[in-house]
């Protein structure tokens, strides 16, 4: 049995949570975070403290925090020579003070708390600084069904940094997309088959060789129409960068 502290009450540490909770080698401990309120709803379902002199045995402690508060935070971790782990993709293990022992899982996707994750659907992204350490890691990715994936730091910023790419960026293109849509009062709901199969192409196609659209096939007359029609000066920056990024990849020229 594997036995967990969890500290912060963010979307990550929410979910968390939840599958924690609901497996079958997992008991959460203790929840800690400096207010109270957003652990309310669930007291009755695991103690609750926003005290750090009060927390509890376990075997390794996961502070689930704004990547800001991760170091001092553990700083003020009130014991020494236990296992502290952070979930964070871009802050080093080396972050987390030096008095305990030392590491990192870090759930590679998206959280929103109002959004239900399946963790087998989720690769954990190990990182420790103690080999006898990484077993305990792995067995906590294992009884919540996820695939887990050791890596260095410099992988796990790589992976951060792609991250961003694929996700929030993509998300904003989205965000930009229902403006354009919205403007003329049209559904974006039509473009969501469109968002789908793009997405389900890379389980069998290279993003390089998935790529379509005028900015592949050089369409200057269809870029020039689209950019005319753009009324942000914004979304413009957007579209000629992003076509020349195309452009560049696959050989043409704008």
Known sequence: MITVILIGAG????????AFNNAENIV?????????????????????????SQLKDANMYILSVSDDAISSLSSHLPFENRLVIHTSGSVGIHDLDKKNRRGIFYPLQTFSKDSDIDFSEVPICLEIEHKQDINIL??????????????NSDQRNALHL????????????????????????????ILKPLIKETANKINTLSPYLAQTGPAKRNDKKTIKKHLKALNKDIHKEIYELVTKSIQQTHGKNL
Not at 162 to 189: C, K, M, P, W
Request: hydrophobic fraction near 40%; charged fraction near 20%; glycine fraction near 2%.
């Open 11 to 18: 979307n990550v540490a929410t979910h968390l949570f939840e």
């Open 28 to 52: 959460v401990n203790q929840w800690y975070n400096r207010n109270l309120e957003p652990l309310q709803p669930f007291k009755n379902a695991v103690k609750i403290t926003n005290d750090l």
């Open 138 to 151: 792995k067995d906590l990715a294992t009884a919540i069904n996820s695939k887990f994936y050791k890596v």
């Open 162 to 189: 792609a991250a961003v790419f694929v996700n929030n960026f993509t998300n904003q293109l989205y965000r930009i997309g229902h403006e354009i849509t919205e403007s003329e009062s049209v559904d974006f709901n």
